[in-house]
């Protein structure tokens, strides 16, 4: 028969072993910030980002490189359905009205697969954006940028270095927002200054990928 402290140990390994499965279970499925993040890697601050050719929901394409004259390109994933990307829509076309006549382009990418162009072009009429949007289908800039959530902004300078990556600022309801993000890391680059804080964890709802 087992004795009392064959029990106790069979009874605390078996714990420990319980909790060596949790701990790996949890280092699977949240990153390093403990958020859940299963989609790709996102390119390192200061990598150059290689050109590439989206379409607007008219047809007309735009590429990356077409805009790199100028300071740089401000690279927003955005969503016609997305509550949290529809809060931005106003502070996104500010943004836009702001910083373009500054030097910088404005261009919003939707990559979720159930909007298409006529959705787009609808939605973005309804909002009265003041950028392209460009429709990415099958997801393959989101991917190479590591896009993930709607919205989701990259800054891109006129070198093609990827300079700010993630949130426009830290509040969806914009009396409580603190820290203005992208806002600052475009005033950074004006003034020739190094940003402060160049990736800042970008929230909303998943890119709905094909």
């Not at 050719?53 to 490189?65: C, I, P, Q, R, W």
């Not at 996104?92 to 298409?116: R, V």
């Not at 009429?125 to 896009?147: C, E, M, S, Y």
Request: proline letters at 4%; one cysteine or more; hydrophobic letters at 40%.
């Amino acid at each position: 028969m087992r004795t009392a402290r064959t029990v106790h140990q069979l009874t605390a390994a078996a714990t420990v072993g319980i909790l060596l499965l949790l701990v790996a279970a949890t280092a699977t499925t949240l990153s390093p910030g403990g958020l859940a993040d299963n989609g790709p890697t996102a390119p390192s601050i200061g990598a150059r980002i290689e050109d590439f050719k989206l379409a607007d929901f008219t047809g007309k394409e735009h590429s990356l490189s077409q805009y790199r004259s100028g300071k740089g390109v401000v690279l927003i994933f955005v969503s016609a359905r997305c509550p949290v990307s529809n809060a931005y829509n106003e502070r996104m076309i500010q943004l836009a009205s702001e910083y373009q006549s500054k030097g910088f382009q404005f261009l919003g990418i939707n990559a979720n697969k159930a909007e298409d162009p006529s959705e787009m072009a609808t939605h973005a009429r309804q909002h009265g954006w003041n950028f392209p949007v460009l429709k990415d289908t099958g997801n393959a800039i989101a991917d190479r940028l590591g896009a993930s959530v709607t919205p989701e902004a990259y800054v891109i300078d006129a070198n093609g270095a990827l300079r700010y990556h993630g949130r426009i600022d830290d509040s969806q309801d914009p009396a409580a927002i603190k820290s203005q993000d992208l806002k600052t890391a475009l005033d950074a680059i004006l003034s020739n200054q190094e940003i402060a804080k160049t990736e800042a964890k970008a929230f909303g709802c998943s890119i709905k990928r094909g």
